[in-house]
């Protein structure tokens, strides 16, 4: 028999331990078929999306689709239904894949672990291989972890695990460790290659997966894209048609024009939509960051989701998914609770409480939490409501009627930016990117659990209100030399803080000059994760 022919893709990364488990042949066959495939499409679309917001810039406005309004209009179409395994999603964990998080997020309690490759995870090579091995080794229960501390985590019964849902990088990501004829390939074909190749026949056999959720999309003609990346991979390894199933993080301003046709899209292989709300928020600051004074966001804080522009984007998806029979799913809870301060910890769970108990009145049928000592709370909002039923998708919402203007409408909100904020976005900003750069992607700061959109609102903020020429309430206008004295003082009270060791083994300054430049840059730079990539140390 001839020897098989060498994959056409070339591994860079350094040698992780066990890679081999992971980087084998006809898994980099597999990877190597879909960039060659795909990777074209994905770059069209990549410049669709700059098309896009080159009109955004001109106009200032949005619309629904003219184009599309027979999808909109037929009400006879609906998703396919969804597998047991995600019948009932009523609480959610998320969290990078990390041996610990991934023992953690399956014992956890929640119906659902979002295992995530991308906001909460930095991509280090590292990351990315053991990521993989550690869902692998997960789905064959070979995996424990003991802390440093000698405490020993393992799994629990199959029974009582959380059905995992994997989300890989956005489009606009490539894998400088996987290339193929010297071009890097996205880092969504490589997260979502591996995962399917490695467990998807496992994972189908029995009854649970392979589930994706697919961030940062911006348009129905990227689900589409998804959608044939599903029908290829599907026919490659010899599964039925419709055995994926994928929810869709509405994350971005222009997807929220166009919920209905991105789940017409996937229809085969669409389980729902979620509400992502902080990279909501960045998109909005992003596409309009020149559209002038409406289009300037206060405080993050202050932005909650009941202001005026945020309840019609919820409750648009919430009608969408139960009118095409998908599950909706509410926003991230990020708080973390401190075991030092009761009284922090009884004010921020009174506000997840209220946040949670808000959605399932909404309609939505599930919603996300970053903490596993936030599970019962959301659980019981939502069991509250839906009792023992899986789901509240006969609630039509029928009421609800959402006009372009509305999901654009953030001079209705009356707060208005402050410095305390800005000093905020200049923490959190800086911590953030320091970890991420040491290869940390969810990161506990001020007792939130931040990530990396967390970090693009920071920045983009920063970016807005210097550009818009905000004047705080005390007379201060935001500017450059403002920004860099708030910045250079957080530096150093960071290095007091830290002591000299501390500070000199971590990324301080690298992390101030990086947020500095994606914040300050007179050219806008897409995504801080962009730039801060380059900077990875693998």
Not at 45 to 58: G, K
Not at 64 to 88: G, I, K, M, S
Not at 302 to 321: K, N, S
């Amino acid at each position: 028999m001839p020897a098989a022919a060498p994959s056409p893709l070339t591994v860079l990364g350094a040698p992780v331990a066990r890679q081999d488990e992971v980087l084998t042949a006809p898994a980099l066959e597999f990877v190597a078929a879909l960039h060659e495939r795909f990777t074209p499409r994905r770059d069209a679309l990549l410049a669709r999306r700059a098309e896009r917001r080159a009109e955004i810039a001109r106009t200032g406005t949005l619309d629904f689709l003219a184009e599309t309004a027979h999808v909109r209009e037929d009400p006879d179409w609906r998703v396919a239904p969804a597998p047991a395994a995600l019948e009932d999603r009523r609480v959610e964990i998320t969290g990078p894949t990390d041996r610990k998080m991934t023992v953690n997020a399956l014992n956890s309690g929640a119906r659902v672990w979002l295992a995530d490759f991308e906001d909460a995870s930095s991509p280090t090579w590292e990351n990315v291989v053991l990521g993989q091995l550690n869902l692998i080794d997960a789905f064959a229960r070979r995996i424990d972890f003991t802390s440093p501390e000698g405490k020993t985590y393992a799994l629990r019964p199959d029974a009582e695990l959380a059905t995992v849902v994997v989300r890989p990088r956005g489009w606009h990501l490539d894998e400088r460790h996987l290339t193929v004829g010297g071009r890097a390939v996205p880092g969504a074909l490589v997260d979502f290659g591996l995962y399917f190749f490695h467990n998807a026949r496992r994972l189908a056999e029995s009854g649970k997966g392979p589930f994706f959720y697919l961030p940062k999309t911006e348009s129905h003609l990227e689900a589409r894209l998804w959608n044939d990346v599903f029908v290829f991979a599907q026919e490659r390894l010899g599964l039925p048609h419709g055995t994926v199933r994928a929810t869709v993080l509405i994350e971005t301003i222009t997807a929220a024009y166009e919920m209905e046709e991105i789940l017409h899209e996937l229809r085969d292989h669409a389980s729902g939509l979620n509400a992502g709300r902080w990279d909501y928020l960045f998109s909005l600051i992003k596409n309009f960051r020149d559209a002038g004074e409406r289009f300037v966001l206060p405080d993050r804080n202050a932005v909650t989701m009941t202001v005026p522009f945020m309840r019609a984007y919820t409750e648009l998806l919430v009608r969408t998914c139960h009118k095409r029979g998908a599950h909706a799913i509410g926003g991230m809870a990020a708080f973390i609770p401190s075991r030092r301060d009761p009284a922090v910890n009884e004010a921020a769970l009174a506000k997840v409480r209220a946040d949670k108990d808000r959605e399932a009145a909404d309609g939505f049928d599930g919603s996300w939490v970053a903490h596993p000592d936030l599970v019962p709370i959301a659980r019981a909002s939502f069991d509250a409501v839906l009792g023992t039923r899986p789901h509240q998708k006969d609630r039509l919402r029928e009421d609800v009627r959402v006009t372009a203007a509305q999901l654009i409408a953030i001079d209705e909100v009356e707060a208005r930016p402050t410095y305390d904020g800005l000093l905020n976005a200049v923490r959190v900003g800086l911590r953030y990117i320091e970890a991420w750069l040491r290869g940390h992607g969810a990161v506990a700061i001020f007792n939130l659990m931040e990530d990396a959109a967390t970090a693009e609102i920071s920045r983009s903020q920063i970016w807005q209100w210097i550009n818009a020429g905000v004047v705080f309430e005390g007379g201060e206008k935001a500017t450059a030399a403002l920004v860099r004295e708030v910045a250079s003082r957080e530096l150093a009270a960071l290095r007091a803080e830290l002591g000299e060791e501390a500070y000199a083994g971590g990324r301080w300054r690298e992390a101030h000059d990086l947020l500095l430049k994606v914040a300050l840059d007179e050219e806008y730079v897409e995504f801080l994760t962009l730039p801060a990539y380059g900077r990875l140390e693998d």
